[in-house]
């Protein structure tokens, strides 16, 4: 049994998770301007605005897209049986948590809460990226989620280094980032996630050409 079929009450949940703001936009709904915050600059002040059927209904509707095509792709997944366990409990979780995250931060400034957007996103941003990182070991190849790379994808040994190599940089990484939620400094975490992105990809062709000439 795929983990879609054994865990199907969680993944309810959090597609109804992933949904919960246009629920909190329908009781917000007289409250709100006719032109909500939907995009904000890297100095964190709304630079972008669109109607409140728009702002209430489509990133929602959107993430939760996402969410189901992950699914399915998980499903379909040739190598499905080693989704399993706490990494992907981790991962279906990334959609709910962005799309809560996203609501607050657009009614909570349309309703001039006085939120920091820049602090919260990094703050959210730093906490998901630790968490995956103590994930990213445990998790066994496949298709659908992990660092998917045809060397990766191709050996399993390479996979194994991959992951654990990531892991640890994701982690501290992480830590990075929410340090850097307290220094607003959101051009640094640019950088930063840059890096996340391109040591793991690097090291693991440096480990694939190693392991090739020794064949």
């Not at 990494?87 to 709910?96: K, L």
């Not at 990213?136 to 992990?146: A, D, F, I, R, S």
């Not at 991959?162 to 940089?169: D, N, P």
């Amino acid at each position: 049994m795929n983990y879609v079929k054994e865990h199907k009450g969680l993944v309810i949940a959090t597609i109804l998770v992933t949904l919960l703001p246009i629920a909190v936009g329908l009781i917000l709904w007289n409250r709100l301007p006719d032109q909500v915050p939907v995009h904000f600059g890297a100095d964190g002040q709304a630079d972008g605005w669109r109607g409140k059927a728009c702002a209430v209904f489509f990133l929602p509707i959107l993430l939760a897209a996402i969410q189901g095509f992950c699914l399915a792709m998980m499903h379909w997944d040739p190598k499905r049986k080693n989704i399993k366990g706490k990494p992907m409990g981790v991962m279906i979780w990334v959609c709910p948590v962005i799309s809560l995250l996203m609501a607050s931060i657009t009614y909570g400034t349309a309703l001039n809460m006085g939120l920091d957007v820049n602090f919260l996103v990094l703050l959210v941003l730093g906490v998901i990226l630790v968490v995956v990182g103590n994930y990213l070991p445990k998790c066994e190849q496949n298709y659908t989620m992990g660092i998917k790379l045809p060397w990766t994808l191709h050996d399993e040994e390479n996979w194994n280094y991959t992951h654990r190599l990531a892991g640890k940089i994701w982690t501290v990484g992480g830590l990075a980032v929410i340090l850097t939620a307290f220094l607003r400094s959101p051009w640094l975490v640019v950088a930063m996630v840059l890096v996340l992105a391109l040591v793991p990809a690097a090291a693991s062709y440096q480990y694939y050409k190693a392991h090739r000439t020794e064949e």
